[in-house]
């Protein structure tokens, strides 16, 4: 969907179960952190895991994300 200019929206895929829990997804975001954050106008990053991807949502949290609202895309 559409973000404001400053904004920067950011979806990674880790891959398949045995992948996952190994510091690749905090490795990824810390550099798109980097690459996004390397733009003096970007206010802040936007990420949109599933509500029911309760995994997801933890590591975000750990990694300073925090929730402002649930969207509905019907």
Do not use: K, Q
């Amino acid at each position: 969907g559409e973000i404001r200019p400053n904004l920067r929206a950011v979806d990674i895929w880790i891959g398949e179960p045995h992948d996952r829990g190994r510091g690749y997804g905090a490795a990824m975001m810390h550099l798109a952190h980097a690459r996004c954050f390397a733009d003096p106008t970007v206010e802040a990053i936007v990420i949109d895991p599933l509500v029911t991807n309760t995994r997801a949502i933890s590591f975000y949290e750990r990694l300073g994300y925090r929730r402002l609202h649930v969207r509905d895309f019907g």
